[in-house]
């Protein structure tokens, strides 16, 4: 078995550069001040998915949000059904004191007995250290639109979602007359808004209903609104747990802090015609036009304030939207709006194309799907599908809201999978990926936000579950910002209950936004204070094995087992590649930050001295990255995680120009792992393949993960791919796929995370030609690129910051009024120049 010491290529150059004076170093850019200046908008196609019948199944309705209010569309014609939710609407209450005071006691039993090689004794002893399960996110219910028609059978029926405006449209012919129906989710106006229009006067007549799948009960307002008012659960079990009790408690004796109130409002404004409101609903007869709103809110005041005593007034702020919305026309409401919604999307373009025929743009989505599965050519589809990752990140993540959980914000069941949670081993990470990159940095505040919150209960966490300082995050969290080791006191495999690295892992995040953005009040005020804790805990949680290394122990690689030197299978040892990266980063990314703010020397000597003695990374027998603390062999070889390739991606430790025999080993290791598995799966390993250089393989992945899928059920191995409305399926589905899907392939077209700027490192032989602008990289700059036949045609760099830039290409290039020479490499061709901050740079391929 090879060892590798681990080399920090990102961490290392930005110290070199700071422990310098001012202005030495050609890559001082990456960690200067970056001015955000947002890119014109510029006009762009309509993005449209498109469909010639309605939802039969959630799948295939339509989503629409606005960041806290979420909708999913069927597009029916006799009943339509909106099925509704509120980003805020969890069940459970603020974490309460801790149920395990004894499990700090076992900690010293479970490293001896990892160390003694009894990792059976280590798994079990693992389960006396686990606390309770996450909370669920909710349904808020059900809008159901009943028409009454002259006429039976309906023609000339379309539905369809515009991502380049944020709008569903569904529209048919019944009886000679044509009817139409429009709805947004208004980030401005905090409503979602129906526009009902017919081609005939008089010709709209139906009864509007409100329901829930939790408790409620229906109100006659005076005011002429539905009012529909009720009660989250005080618990809600994960749904893969079975018990001899009920799942969903809503009357907890232990606790009066449990089960937030929450209220749906829905009003009805008719043109012509009449108008009744009672309990039932609202009935119209006869009306030209009906425009209906719906507010809604929850009486969640934050992750540790009593929802029930210490909560917001929820009927006071619904009724507040209502009211200012009430007051705007349908095409005020709508030209908010879009100037909301215009202002993120259209900071990115791209067009894919390559030589083969394409009739997918000509296609309903659905049928386009299943034409691109049989093996269709459909670049279109492909740049449409970065393009919809980012409006579901722009629906269902917005400044001053809620992060986007395993579902973004849309969900139908009182017991979603996997509690619709924030799993934190992988999936809520993946949320975030395409935020930087595709230009949408604004939109990671949410994460930041639930970040600050984990480390507050997470302190608490790390003191009562393990006596040390820091704070921790286990492997689920939720919006009450749940840090302990989950599992129902027990009852959790630790395999992945166990898992302690989520802290570490998200601060990564926060130091990605700094090196986008290079916001340097951001990184002294909150990325810093909140990297110093996570090091804080993991320097107590590190120990030395008897070669000295500093390991993790317990330690395991997230939901994955093997089989040691004797056959035994296990889950439970010390040292995992994945645990051993994450601290790499963590800790080389403190120390760069440290040094820059010239603050905490002491600690971050410390924090170095630890770092050169970390385990380190090891090449086996087979030619792969070792996954585990030996070289064992797996259980399940085709495993959907592939979490010891954490250094490749979304790390920066391994990389063929940087490492290559790393780089060869992580090659391996997903050619063993092979291709197949779970929809984010598939969507990590475009990651990987394009950070491997490797585009075709990547674009291999992206059709994989473009797969129609009818799979309703849990698949763990395979079935993963799209639903006809392109959400991922894991299945069932989970939205971490669509995101991470997004940012692959950005991947593929630009890689700034080795201190260069990157054009074009994985470009497929599908996309022979295209042009993508408006992505972003690393250091302040925003990067537009243009390519024919495979090869660079041009690009543009707009430097925010005024910073030097290292271009890395396949052939040279010149700059436009610069002199710039390119210097030949073993991969490829750089090119250093100088920039003036706000300058765009015009770059040519060399004759």
């Given amino acids: 078995m090879k060892t590798y010491l681990s080399e920090h290529f990102q961490a290392d150059w930005v110290r070199t550069n700071f422990s310098q004076p001012s202005g030495v170093g050609y890559l001082k850019w990456i960690l200067i001040l970056v001015l955000t200046i947002p890119l014109l908008s510029t006009s762009q196609t309509p993005l449209k998915l498109w469909y010639r019948q309605p939802a039969r199944v959630w799948t295939e309705a339509l989503p629409l949000g606005n960041g806290r209010l979420g909708a999913m569309v069927f597009g029916r014609v006799q009943e339509e059904l909106i099925q509704l939710n509120e980003s805020t609407l969890w069940s459970g209450g603020p974490v309460t004191d801790n149920l395990n005071p004894d499990a700090p006691g076992y900690l010293p039993q479970i490293r001896e007995a990892v160390f003694k090689g009894d990792y059976q004794k280590a798994s079990d002893l693992s389960k006396k250290m686990q606390g309770v399960y996450s909370e669920s996110y909710l349904p808020l219910g059900d809008l159901s639109i009943k028409q009454t028609f002259n006429g039976t059978d309906s023609t000339s029926y379309y539905r369809d979602l515009n991502i380049s405006d944020a709008l569903a449209t569904t529209r048919f012919k019944r009886g000679g007359t044509e009817y139409t129906r429009q709805l947004f989710s208004s980030a401005p106006d905090q409503v979602i808004v129906i526009r009902l229009t017919a081609s005939k006067p008089g010709a709209l007549t139906l009864q509007i209903?409100?329901?829930?799948?939790?408790?409620?009960?229906?109100?006659?307002?005076?005011?002429?609104?539905?009012?529909?008012?009720?009660?989250?659960?005080?618990?809600?079990?994960?749904?893969?747990?079975?018990?001899?009790?009920?799942?969903?408690?809503?009357?907890?004796?232990?606790s009066s802090c449990k089960g937030m109130r929450w209220v749906l409002l829905t009003k009805a404004l008719n043109k012509g015609g009449s108008m009744q409101t009672d309990t039932s609903g609202i009935s119209i007869r006869g009306a030209d036009e009906v425009l209906i709103l719906l507010s809604a809110a929850t009486s969640f005041n934050g992750f540790d304030k009593c929802p029930v005593s210490q909560g917001k007034d929820e009927n006071a702020l619904a009724a507040s939207y209502l009211q200012k919305a009430a007051a705007k026309s349908f095409d005020q409401l709508q030209a908010a709006h879009l100037a909301d919604y215009h202002q993120y999307f259209n900071r990115l373009s791209i067009t894919l194309q390559n030589k083969k025929k394409s009739d997918g743009p000509d296609l309903p989505t659905d049928e386009r799907l299943k034409a691109y599965t049989a093996g269709g050519a459909d670049p279109a589809l492909e740049a449409m599908y970065l393009q919809y990752g980012r409006y579901l990140l722009i629906s269902s993540s917005r400044p001053g809201g809620t992060a986007a959980n395993l579902q973004g914000i849309w969900n139908q069941i009182v017991r979603p999978p996997w509690?619709?949670?924030?799993?934190?081993?992988?999936?809520v990470q993946m949320n975030y990926w395409p935020a930087e990159v595709t230009n949408l940095s604004e939109l990671h505040e949410p994460l930041f936000n639930l970040i600050k919150n984990m480390a507050v209960n997470g302190q608490k966490t790390a003191r009562e579950f393990y006596g040390l300082n820091g704070w921790v995050l286990h492997h689920n969290s939720d919006i009450w910002a749940l840090t302990n080791p989950v599992g129902d006191l027990g009852n959790g495999d630790p395999k992945w209950a166990n898992w302690a690295m989520g802290a570490n892992w998200l601060c990564q995040h926060l130091w990605q936004h700094y090196l986008f953005t290079g916001d340097e009040q951001f990184l002294k005020d909150t990325a810093y204070p909140l990297m110093k804790g996570a090091v804080q805990f993991t320097?107590?949680?590190?120990?030395?094995?008897?070669?000295?290394?500093?390991?993790?122990?317990?330690?395991?690689?997230?939901?994955?087992?093997?089989?040691?030197?004797?056959?035994v299978q296990g889950a439970i040892a010390a040292a995992s590649t994945m645990d051993m990266s994450i601290i790499r980063d963590l800790f080389s990314h403190f120390v760069t930050a440290?040094?820059?703010?010239?603050?905490?020397?002491?600690f971050r000597d410390t924090v170095i001295e630890r770092e050169k003695k970390l385990y380190p990374f090891h090449i086996g027998k087979k030619g792969n990255l070792v996954e585990w603390y030996r070289d064992w062999e797996d259980v399940e070889v085709h495993h959907r995680h592939v979490s010891h390739l954490y250094g490749l991606h979304p790390g920066e430790q391994i990389s063929p120009v940087k490492t290559p025999e790393l780089a060869a080993a992580a090659r391996r290791t997903l050619e063993i792992r092979g291709d197949e598995g779970t929809g984010w799966s598939k969507a990590w390993k475009i990651n990987f393949w394009a950070r491997l250089l490797d585009g075709n393989h990547a674009h291999l992945l992206l059709r994989d993960l473009l797969h129609l899928t009818g799979e309703s059920g849990t698949g763990y191995a395979s079935g993963g791919g799209s639903y006809p409305n392109l959400f991922d399926a894991h299945p069932p589905f989970q939205i971490d796929g669509n995101f991470a899907g997004a940012a692959g392939i950005a991947e593929m077209l630009l890689q700034t995370h080795l201190g260069e700027v990157h054009l074009l490192p994985a470009l497929p032989d599908e996309w022979n030609s295209g042009t993508v602008k408006g992505l972003r990289g690393r250091g302040g700059f925003e990067v537009g690129i243009s390519w024919k036949e495979g090869a660079l045609s041009t690009a543009t760099i707009k430097s925010l910051n005024g910073q030097p830039c290292m271009l890395r290409t396949a052939a040279p290039v010149t700059i436009r009024n610069v002199k710039a020479l390119s210097q030949k490499t073993k991969s490829g061709y750089t090119t250093l120049f100088d920039t003036q901050k706000g300058k765009v740079y015009e770059i040519t391929a060399a004759n």
């Fill in 539 to 567: 320097l107590g949680w590190l120990i030395k094995d008897p070669d000295g290394y500093w390991v993790t122990a317990p330690s395991g690689s997230p939901e994955n087992s093997f089989k040691d030197e004797k056959g």
């Fill in 594 to 602: 440290s040094q820059h703010l010239n603050t905490d020397k002491a």
């Fill in 419 to 427: 509690s619709s949670n924030y799993t934190t081993n992988i999936n």
């Fill in 209 to 254: 209903a409100a329901r829930s799948q939790l408790r409620y009960q229906n109100f006659a307002e005076a005011n002429g609104a539905l009012a529909t008012r009720g009660k989250a659960p005080a618990h809600d079990d994960p749904s893969y747990t079975r018990y001899n009790r009920p799942a969903v408690v809503y009357d907890d004796s232990t």
